[in-house]
């Protein structure tokens, strides 16, 4: 058994000191979110796959293993992980996947890193250890303390052991590629996806769009056959690009926002290139914009702006602001768990 | 003399709006949970957002709890009323605020029922996933509180992963916009949080939820087996093949015998397990996997499997496990229905736990199983006028809920823990993570007034329960209120 009474010390030593702390393992996400603050908690070394039922579609692990070990578990038996977490050349662990909530091609057709977390082993602020959720996948006991972890950038604890239900790989892929404009390109994904077609990723950038098809054979076969478009061979690599954001757009970008919204938003004016994914959802936008004018359009839309990667990033912090009613939901939420402010501070907002 | 609460009601909703004499308290004394009834202090039937919210301060000023009751349908006694308490109505919102087909929403009030919501999608080939069973009258409200599932959860999800958005009154009856259309809203996953929270946390005055593209067709494979412990492998041999199934049903032998007379679905009587794996997607799609099913669970030792030819057929297949409930109230004058689950591999263990406990208690058990997802259902038969077999199925249903814990599952799968399995919470969570629930409500509700004495149960009543567990689990003062 992995000791883990070392960790609880520091944090409590931490705590009665009021002592800042900064929770990192791979450290592939070091860009992502506010600034980096506080003394150094490293938990890489919390790894390790731990319980593996692949009949059970249940899968343990410490929250320090590489997301890439996981995917190499899974595969041997035939599965994966649905959300498709970046893996962000094998330093991205499980926890970091949890605590961004960042989900990869796969999101808006299988669901995201939220939808399939079921169970979470975590430290709490004053160094306490705690158990939420579980190792089954249907399991409503308690509040819902195991999704909450997902996309609070260790504000809440640190997470020492995550549960994730796993799906099969699918038994066919295929990739289709259309040339089209981004109108026309909006309108398809949005049409296709209210037909019962096995859509599993979409991407659309500089006038090209592509589609992935994955499940049974007969309905890849079948929704190629419908949906028309030309055959891309090989296109694994392409969505490994994506997945990774590694494609030229990505690597390019000094600046980069991630704007989500509502599937029928239009599109969005953008001062340089625009690459689409998410069927529509999600678009993220290359180079400098108005930042205020930009959170505007997408709040009005029903969606929000993230300034993803950025050389500097402005006082108000990298994510929408919330309402002041959301706010103080949230500085309530943060005392629960970390009464005493010790984790990531700044990390998902300024104001916690 | 009536409550001060009762006239200010009256003043801030429209008349009929506040009910306080006996009569019409009387049918909301329960929820679908009937072992416990307690008529509430009122009931108050908000028609709007603005008159929840009103509802919501008025008792917060006069700190008298509130109880939020959708179709009352919740099977773990989450709007059981108490005396001194509000029970908060919230059937006449009722309105379907609006359908996008393009974006694949429906914005719905949270007294419209769940079927009604795919039966407004219907003329788009759209649908909302989560099936409950009461699907015909549970509504979209309750299924937040209670994280709903169904027999098609383990492929399309529980209610938590198809709602994208809610409106929440607090107990202040400030509105709170959680979550939203566009993917992962900004700042903590509180969508998660109140999902399931069993109206501790606030009321939902709206929700948007996910819809679906309708699958082309459906075919159902009915497959036999001579052993209880066959059929789990099978289950185990279908998810090991890849396949996810649309839904994945197991009943057992008493469960048969029940229901085959009712239904006449043509279930063979001398089965000891019936599993339900249905396929269903594009007709190409569905043929091929219903060979894959087919040739897996012959694989696994079914010794007959039979397939639907159409849809008659296949409605026929599953009319015995959706009148599971209702042939056991023909077998027997009551029945309790359990919820937990369990780690599917430890199945024919738990059931023969469950068939010695029958012995022990003197209680008549039969099961019916999600088994995609390990979610068991055992129903105990009994006769609530024989006053020793009210607590002989209560304890044998505590039982088997902490045999769930012991084997690593969960006191409840779907249908939330309200009254009925306060007890068993102190089983499932230790101290920490019961005070962190605890600290988690009093962030939303500071004086605990949102539905008291649900869901989480306080550390003294656990410390309390934990030394009766050493006697034998017999609670020594039944008649003390459950906080």
Redesign the interface.
């Known amino acids: 058994m992995f000791d883990l009474q070392p960790l609880e010390e520091r944090i409590r030593t931490a705590a009665a000191a009021r002592r800042p702390l900064r929770i990192r393992a791979g450290g592939s996400k070091d860009f992502y979110g506010g600034p980096l603050a506080g003394e150094l908690l490293e938990v890489g070394a919390l790894s390790g796959v731990t319980l593996c ?6 899968l343990s692990a410490r929250a320090g293993t590489p997301v890439a070990e996981l995917e190499r578990v899974l595969a041997a ?3 994966m992980l649905a959300f498709e977490p970046p893996q962000f050349a094998g330093r991205a662990t499980l926890g970091g996947a949890v605590a961004s ?1 960042l ?1 990869g091609p796969r ?2 057709y299988c ?2 890193v ?2 399939f977390v079921l169970g979470v082993e975590v430290i ?1 602020g004053r160094g ?5 959720g ?12 195991s ?2 972890m ?3 950038l260790g504000t ?1 604890g640190v997470l020492t052991e995550v549960t994730l239900k796993t ?3 699918p ?1 066919a892929e295929c990739t289709l590629r259309f040339e089209m404009d981004q109108p026309k390109a909006l309108e398809s994904m ?2 296709w ?6 859509l599993s990723a979409t991407e659309w950038e500089d006038g090209v769009l592509h589609v992935r098809l994955s ?5 890849v ?3 190629r056959q419908d949906l028309g478009g030309e055959i891309v061979d090989g296109a694994h690599n392409r969505w490994e690009s994506v997945r990774e954001q590694q494609l030229p757009f990505f690597t390019a970008a000094r600046e980069l926002w991630r704007v ?5 938003s239009p599109p969005l004016p953008a001062a340089g290139p625009t690459l689409i994914e ?1 069927g529509g ?2 678009r993220w936008l290359s180079g400098p914009q108005d930042g205020n004018a930009l959170r505007t359009l ?1 709040g009005r ?4 702006a ?1 300034l993803y990667r950025a050389p500097s990033k402005p006082p108000s912090g990298p ?2 602001p ?2 002041s ?2 706010l103080s ?2 500085k ?2 943060k ?3 970390d009464p005493h402010g010790i984790f990531n501070r700044g990390r ?2 300024p104001d916690f | 003399m009536r409550h001060p609460i009762i006239e200010r009601l009256r003043r801030a909703l429209p008349a009929g709006a506040v009910l306080s004499s006996s009569e019409e308290l009387k049918p909301y004394e329960c929820d679908a949970l009937t072992l416990y009834r307690q008529m509430p202090l009122a009931v108050a039937l908000p028609a709007d957002e603005a008159q929840v919210a009103a509802v919501l301060r008025l008792c917060h000023e006069a700190q008298v709890p509130v109880i939020a009751r959708g179709a009352g349908t919740g099977l773990s006694g989450g709007a059981t009323p108490r005396a001194d308490a509000v029970l908060l109505s919230l059937a006449r919102l009722s309105r379907i605020v609006g359908i ?6 429906a914005r719905v009030q949270p007294g419209v029922r769940n079927l009604a919501i795919s039966e407004a999608a219907a003329p ?3 649908y909302y996933a989560p099936d409950p069973s009461s699907q015909i009258a549970c509504t979209i409200g309750g299924n937040v509180a ?2 709903s ?1 169904g027999v098609h ?2 492929k399309y ?2 209610t ?2 198809n709602v994208l958005a809610l409106r929440v009154a607090t107990l202040e009856g ?5 979550g ?11 969508l ?2 109140l ?3 069993e109206g ?2 606030g009321v939902v005055t709206e929700v948007t939820v996910r819809l679906i ?4 067709c459906a075919r159902v494979v009915l497959a036999v087996f001579d052993d209880l412990a066959k059929a789990g492998r099978a289950v ?2 279908v ?2 093949a ?3 199934p649309a839904g994945l049903e197991m009943m057992d032998r008493p469960t048969i015998a029940a229901v085959e007379p009712f239904v006449r679905a043509g279930y063979p009587l001398d089965a000891e397990a019936i599993l339900l794996c249905e396929s269903d ?2 007709p ?2 569905v ?3 219903i060979l894959h099913m087919e040739s897996v669970l012959r694989g696994a030792g079914a010794t007959e499997c039979r397939v639907s030819r159409d849809e008659a057929e296949r409605l026929r297949f599953w009319a015995g496990r959706k009148a599971a409930f209702p042939a056991m109230g023909a077998l027997s004058p009551d029945y309790y229905c359990m919820d937990g ?5 430890r199945l024919a263990a738990v059931l023969q736990a469950i068939r010695e406990m029958e012995g022990r208690y003197g209680l008549r058990c039969t099961n019916v199983f ?1 088994a995609g ?3 068991l259902h055992p129903l105990i038969l009994f006769d609530s006028n024989i006053a020793d077999e009210v607590a002989r199925a209560e304890a044998f249903g505590a039982e088997i809920l902490e045999l769930c814990v012991r084997e ?10 309200g009254m009925e ?1 306060i007890d068993q ?1 102190c089983v ?3 101290s ?2 019961l005070a ?2 605890h ?6 509700d500071e004086r605990g007034l949102l539905n008291p004495g649900k ?2 149960p306080t550390l003294h009543r656990c410390a309390e329960l934990g030394r009766l567990h050493v006697r034998g689990g017999q609670l020594p003062h039944p008649e003390l209120p459950r906080f």
């Open positions: 039922e692949p009949t059970e579609l249940v038996h035939g599965q909530g989900s999101r808006v669901g995201a939220r939808d709490d306490e250890r705690l158990s939420f579980g190792k089954v996948i249907k399991n409503v006991a308690g509040f819902d303390v999704r909450l997902v996309g609070s809440l799906v099969p790989r038994r949005r049409l996806a209210t037909r019962p077609l096995p499940g049974a054979e007969a309905a076969r079948a929704a989500s919204l509502p599937v029928d998410w959802s999600l997408a839309l029903g969606g929000h993230t994510f929408q919330l309402s009613a959301m939901v949230h309530r939420l005392a629960v768990f998902l907002y | 996008e087909p393009l974006a694949r929403t788009y080939n759209l209670e994280n599932g959860c383990l999800g529980l938590v992963h400030e509105v709170l916009e959680i939203s259309a566009a993917p992962d809203a900004p700042g903590y996953d509180l998660a949080l999902t399931g929270s501790l946390l593209p309708k699958p082309q185990a041999d998810i090991a890849g396949i996810t997607g594009a190409a799609e043929e091929e996997e689950s369990i780690p599917r591999r999600h997802d390990g979610n690593g599952g969960s006191i409840t799968g779907e249908h939330g823990v399995k919470m499932q969570f230790g920490g993570e962190v629930f600290a988690v409500k009093h962030a939303f869901a989480v």
